[in-house]
């Protein structure tokens, strides 16, 4: 039999993780021998050409791995297949698994669906495929008009690993992810993965040997997906350790750990392997999704607050690694001037990126399935985003995706951080308030970098100094990039800017990028052949043009 295993992934650069699991099931676990590929693709691809591509194939079973970020091209591909072989169809992931009979109702070309963990139950599934289809735990499938649904079965051992020889030779550098636990310890009312399964820990040497194995494949992040990493803070700092003893020997240097964390449960212990980790080989994502404890109690998110805003603040300290926290806008109880404050909280924290997401109605999370608890309207189609609750108006939350376009471009990409340190700590505008009012006046629109800096400029110079303002988006742009134009509204001509500059081309680097800041009577100078820092903004300094002058 032969048998393709298929996933469309968001871009080319990340390498999914949920085929090749499936293949190293059917390896350890079927009783009987299959021809068996994997055939990965992007959502932004051609979906005829890939069509094609399992088609060529001849396979007798096509399996798909769907998500809210692939499932509608993923059906779109399985209707082609379908109209051009006789091909069995079988779907699993969360985007099938939580709504299989709904699934099978809706498009009559998808054969079966698969829950549970597809490890175990995709080769159970092929054994038994032309016998009783009843053995299988977690099948969903039609017979004789009916659609008939067997339920899962829960597993307590290691899945077999994912890395097979071919995962190498398909990752070509992309990032990669590992996972060393399944489940969670939380029961977020937004959230699957505390419905998945119980959690549970992989055996740790098999998972050091992964880490090896990955970090020494050419790709330059590894991201534990892992939804709570450090729920287990002895095995965290296990894993921790044995990445920060091995770096730069058996882990090449460079290579970047993701981890998503819980920041109120971190031990002391955890913070102090963190604090001493080598520069840039860990990224950590912490979701906070609320400062309002209401709001959290209702969505039954348990977060020490206090805690966790103190951590944050400790590890940002550190300076040695990329912190990225997150906030949801839509949850339960929080209105906008709720959400601003949160919005306010998060940003005073200064972390290199604050994402600024909107709630999804999951199928299978109880905030879909909960309707009176959770009353809110949402795009019938994936990702299935809130447009409304009765707390956020549909006009409310348009304007915050104009306030997350803007955060986006200002704060996370790095790009205007003088910028914004002026305008909310010496200015005084509130961090949501520059966003918020920023964004909306572009409304999203698309423009080069020097055009959106003009308009940064235009917008808030009549609140405050023109002069300290025109300095401060001048002295970003410089960290920004070599090649960004510099618009003409925050050009002065000045001929002593050629003897300025020629003092520091001739005696400190040729690749130096200057700007002569009048408000302080100094030059900002930036070394453009230098290594960017972790918000990836070249490094400048302040130096006293009287000084230079002199000399």
């Known amino acids: 039999m032969k048998v393709v295993i298929a996933c469309l992934n968001s871009k080319y650069v990340h390498a999914s993780l949920s085929p090749w699991c499936l293949l190293a099931g059917v390896r350890e676990f079927a009783k009987n021998e299959y021809e068996t590929v994997v055939t990965e693709g992007t959502i932004n691809g051609d979906i005829e050409a890939f069509a094609e591509k399992i088609l060529k194939e001849k396979p007798d079973v096509a399996a798909f791995s769907c998500y809210i970020w692939n499932v509608t091209k993923t059906l779109e591909i399985c209707s082609i297949i379908k109209r051009k072989s006789d091909c069995r169809i079988v779907l699993g992931g969360p985007e099938a698994a939580y709504r299989p009979k709904d699934i099978l109702e809706k498009y009559e070309f998808i054969n079966f669906v698969l829950s549970g963990e597809g490890e175990w139950t995709f080769p159970d599934f092929l054994d ?44 070509g550098g992309r990032i990669s992810y590992i996972e060393t636990a399944r489940g969670c310890p939380y029961r977020c009312a937004f959230c ?4 998945c399964s119980p959690l549970r820990f992989f055996d740790i040497d098999r998972v050091k040997k992964d880490i090896i194995r990955l970090s020494q494949s050419g790709t330059q992040t590894v991201k534990f997906i892992d939804r709570t990493f450090n729920a287990n803070a002895k095995r965290a700092d296990e894993i921790l350790l044995f990445i920060k003893e091995n770096y730069g020997k058996e882990i090449p240097q460079g290579v970047c750990f993701h981890f998503e964390i819980a920041g109120d449960i971190l031990k002391e212990s955890t913070l102090e392997i963190l604090s001493s980790m080598p520069y840039g080989a860990v990224q950590l ?7 309002n404890e209401e709001t959290l109690r209702l969505i039954n998110r348990k977060t020490d607050t206090k805690k966790l805003t103190e951590n944050i603040i400790r590890l940002i300290s550190f300076k040695n690694m990329h912190i990225h926290i997150d906030l949801i806008a839509g949850l ?8 601003k404050n949160s919005f306010n909280i998060g940003y005073s924290l200064k972390a290199q ?30 990702p299935y985003e809130v447009t409304s609750t009765p707390w956020l108006s549909a006009e409310e939350i348009k304007m915050l995706k104009s306030c997350e376009d803007a955060l986006d471009r200002l704060y996370n990409s790095g790009r205007f951080l003088f910028t914004l340190d002026y305008l909310t700590d010496e200015v005084g505008i509130s961090p949501f308030d520059v966003f918020n009012d920023f964004g909306n006046s572009v409304n999203g629109n698309k423009m080069r970098l020097s055009d959106y800096a003009g308009k940064l400029y235009n917008f808030f110079c009549d609140k405050c100094d023109r002069e ?21 509204v925050l050009k002065v001509k000045d001929p002593l800017y050629k003897k300025v500059k020629k003092h520091f081309t001739e005696n400190v680097d040729k690749n130096i990028k200057i700007a002569i800041l009048y408000s302080s009577n100094q030059v900002f100078a930036v070394n453009q052949s230098k290594e960017k820092n972790l918000h990836n903004r070249y490094e400048g300094f302040f130096c006293d043009i009287d000084e230079i002058l002199i000399r």
């Open 192 to 195: 699957l993965s505390g419905r």
């Open 468 to 488: 300290v303002l025109r300095e401060k988006i001048l002295c970003d742009l410089l960290c920004c990039s070599s090649s960004v134009q510099i618009p003409d």
């Open 128 to 171: 038994n495929l032309n016998g009783d289809l009843s053995l299988v735990a977690g099948l969903t499938f039609r017979k004789d008009g009916e659609i008939i649904t067997i339920p899962e079965k829960e597993y307590s051992e290691t899945p077999p690993s994912p890395f097979v020889e071919e995962f190498f030779e398909n990752l």
């Open 285 to 291: 994502e912490i979701g906070m999704q609320s400062f």
């Open 353 to 382: 990126m604050l994402q600024m997401g909107f709630l999804k109605l999951l199928h299978g999370a109880d905030m879909r399935e909960n309707k009176e608890k959770y009353p809110c309207t949402f795009s019938p189609e994936p």
């Open 332 to 339: 339960t109880g929080e209105d906008l001037e709720s959400f």
